[in-house]
């Protein structure tokens, strides 16, 4: 509030601005890999007004010396691209740049910073003003690079219960290549053009391992074969299961999480009396995450 009063009398307009979060889409990536930015902008002023976005990332432990400025590193198209024009009050908008994690990162880690300012700082006028500043946040974690060995793959099947539930599953994906275990999500692998259910016809068959994120909601959308994402994965994945030989079948390996249906009835039918893995409490990261990649890596 007391930002909002100041901005109100300091930009001479009525002008105010604020940022509502700040995201990157990815929290775990290798060295070279591209992170996508973002922010959701509002404004909090007292008339329709432009406000110009300015990310920024640095070593956690030399944020002094930013190594990625948006107003610095990108061309003049890419910094006017960053301009949010003629916002209305109350109005929200969202803003998102791409970085690329450069080489020699491994091991390091980045913290982000979102600062909003009037259009003054992008073209060099008279009188820039810094709306909001984000201040340093955590924002992402290089790990090792594989290099040239073999790195385990799975396919995560999952269903669209929230958006808790999907953040929780992109959670799962970053601890898995803490493992070096690269996965196949559709949040980070399929992309506009693509055909959703080519993508998971061939995630589930070609690649070596399936998880199946058995919340309730996935479950009973896999035994009544409900069309959309679930119900369909659950006719390839059933097939591919009942086709194979025993030993062949664990490579679906069931994960449940959020799910209070009772004992013998958590998983999908078709997947009989299989063993899952538990994450159902916070310490899923500890013996459970471990069980996981043991059972991953035993089929890749």
């Not at 002023?45 to 030399?62: H, I, Q």
């Not at 073209?123 to 709306?131: A, D, E, M, S």
């Not at 953040?167 to 690269?182: G, P, S």
């Not at 409900?226 to 119900?231: L, T, Y």
Request: hydrophobic residues 40%; aromatic residues 10%; proline residues 5%.
């Amino acid at each position: 509030m007391l930002r909002r009063v100041l901005n109100l009398a300091r930009s001479r307009y009525g002008w105010s601005f604020l940022a509502e979060e700040l995201q990157v889409n990815r929290r775990v990536v290798n060295e070279e890999e591209t992170v996508i930015l973002s922010a959701v902008v509002a404004n909090n002023g007292l008339k329709l007004g432009t406000a110009y976005v300015r990310f920024l990332v640095a070593d956690s432990y030399k944020l002094d010396d930013p190594c990625f400025d948006s107003n610095r590193d990108f061309s003049p198209n890419e910094r006017h691209a960053m301009r949010l024009l003629d916002i209305k009050v109350g109005e929200i908008r969202r803003a998102a740049c791409r970085w690329s994690v450069p080489s020699g990162s491994s091991f390091k880690h980045f913290d982000i910073r979102l600062q909003i300012w009037n259009p003054h700082l992008l073209f060099g006028g008279p009188r820039p003003y810094l709306f909001y500043d984000a201040g340093w946040i955590g924002g992402l974690e290089v790990v090792s690079h594989p290099g040239t060995a073999v790195v385990p793959k799975a396919f995560i099947s999952y269903s669209w219960d929230s958006e808790e539930h999907k953040a929780w599953v992109r959670q799962l994906v970053e601890e898995l290549r803490k493992h070096n275990i690269d996965a196949v999500l559709d949040q980070k692998d399929l992309f506009p053009g693509d055909e959703a259910t080519r993508f998971m016809e061939h995630g589930i068959t070609d690649t070596p391992v399936t998880v199946l994120i058995c919340s309730e909601t996935y479950t009973r959308k896999a035994d009544a074969r409900e069309p959309g994402g679930a119900g369909f994965e659950t006719i390839i994945s059933s097939h591919e299961y009942l086709v194979r030989s025993p030993e062949e079948r664990a490579r679906f390996i069931p994960v449940v999480r959020g799910n209070s249906l009772p004992k013998g009835r958590k998983l999908p039918k078709y997947l009989g009396s299989a063993i899952y893995v538990d994450m159902s409490d916070d310490n899923w990261r500890a013996e459970p995450m471990l069980d996981l990649v043991a059972a991953i890596r035993r089929h890749c």
